[in-house]
């Protein structure tokens, strides 16, 4: 697993900021109270996000107050997946919200105009994996074929990590059935022969081992998805070119909480039972991606080319273009 130093974090925090804030934008606040003495252009946000361990720095800076010390006012509504939180974003009931990179691309690609303002998670080993039942017949993804896959979103991050696992078994995306279904219930669908295997991430991978019996098929976070940047938080254009300030606060206060995600595991054991169904005792053995402390843009570019590369995107999407810094 790999992780930045905190000296780049530091740099890197300090340099969005500084691009944000030398950004153009309106003086005019969009909040119902006037702006905060920082002159913060909106200082009440409503940011979507999954109850999944990808959204942990989020839960973190509202809980010990960094984002209250920005000014802000952040209200955390759950959401079910990155392509549903984006169509709230597009329609104006979402200032931010968590997403996958596949969302954020796919949504560039049809015309919407959005930034991303801050890194949340990376995939690590067996943080993302194909389950089957305790009694399955399928015993490598080569099995898969004809068979019924549970996802939280089609043609998404679920799809395209599943994808890569089978094409390196001599199969493709045509030779399965891919079902939506939310990670919560992804379990029972299991259990109830819905679906003959399943894509799925903490807390739900370890709650189906421990009370199902289920079995890992595939680790879906190899070859050309390893370490794969997985989720960060993204707004509309206009939202950072009108709220420079606002956006340079938000990243502030984010940029702490990401840093504590990053090198204290216990502080993330303990958000998660306030925002996700698990207890203490599950948080504690769960396996966690990693939480990077800067935007990347060369990370970022692999998602875009191999979402080329699977047909996702019929013509490339440079990274650098849903940057801070590249308003416009």
């Known amino acids: 697993m790999r992780f930045t130093l905190a000296s780049r974090a530091v740099i890197a925090g300090v340099t969005a900021a500084l691009v944000l804030s030398a950004c153009g934008?309106?003086?005019?606040?969009?909040?119902?109270?006037?702006?905060?003495?920082?002159?913060?252009?909106?200082?009440?946000?409503?940011?979507?996000?999954?109850?999944?361990?990808?959204s942990a720095a989020l839960y973190i800076a509202k809980d010990k107050g960094?984002?209250?010390?920005?000014?802000?006012?952040?209200?955390?509504?759950?959401?079910?997946?990155?392509?549903?939180?984006?169509?709230?974003?597009?329609?104006?009931?979402?200032?931010?919200?968590?997403t996958n990179y596949v969302s954020a691309f796919l949504a560039v690609a049809a015309g919407n105009k959005m930034k991303i303002i801050?890194?949340?998670?990376?995939?690590?080993?067996?943080?993302?994996?194909?389950m089957v039942p305790?009694?399955?017949?399928?015993?490598?993804?080569?099995?898969?074929?004809?068979?019924?896959i549970a996802v939280n979103s089609k043609k998404n991050?679920?799809?395209?990590?599943?994808?890569s696992v089978l094409k390196t078994?001599?199969?493709?995306?045509?030779?399965?059935?891919?079902?939506?279904?939310?990670?919560?219930?992804?379990?029972a669908q299991l259990?109830?022969?819905?679906v003959d295997a399943a894509w799925m991430t903490e807390p739900a991978l370890t709650a189906v081992q421990k009370n199902l019996g289920a079995q890992k098929l595939a680790d879906t976070m190899v070859d050309s998805t390893a370490d794969f940047p997985i989720a960060g938080v993204v707004v509309m254009e206009s939202f950072a070119t009108e709220n420079p300030k606002t956006v340079a606060a938000f990243q502030r206060?984010?940029?702490?909480?990401?840093?504590?995600?990053?090198?204290?595991?216990?502080?993330?054991?303990?958000?998660?039972?306030?925002?996700?169904k698990i207890d203490a005792a599950t948080a504690a053995v769960i396996t966690l991606g990693s939480f990077p402390t800067s935007l990347d843009e060369t990370r970022l570019q692999r998602v875009a080319d191999l979402m080329v590369e699977q047909g996702y995107l019929k013509s490339p999407i440079q990274a650098k273009t849903l940057l801070p810094g590249n308003l416009g």
């Open 157 to 163: 991050i679920g799809t395209l990590a599943v994808t």
């Open 253 to 276: 206060a984010i940029a702490k909480a990401q840093q504590i995600s990053a090198t204290d595991r216990k502080a993330v054991e303990q958000i998660l039972p306030t925002y996700t």
């Open 169 to 187: 078994h001599g199969l493709t995306e045509a030779d399965v059935q891919f079902l939506e279904f939310p990670f919560p219930e992804m379990g």
């Open 25 to 54: 934008g309106s003086d005019k606040s969009t909040d119902t109270t006037a702006a905060n003495a920082d002159g913060l252009e909106k200082t009440q946000i409503k940011i979507g996000a999954l109850p999944i361990p990808d």
């Open 66 to 98: 960094y984002f209250k010390d920005e000014g802000l006012t952040v209200t955390i509504e759950p959401v079910v997946g990155g392509a549903q939180a984006q169509q709230s974003l597009i329609g104006g009931s979402l200032d931010a919200t968590q």
């Open 118 to 130: 801050s890194d949340l998670y990376q995939a690590a080993p067996n943080s993302f994996n194909l």
């Open 191 to 194: 259990a109830n022969k819905v």
């Open 134 to 148: 305790k009694d399955s017949s399928i015993k490598t993804p080569a099995d898969l074929k004809g068979k019924k």
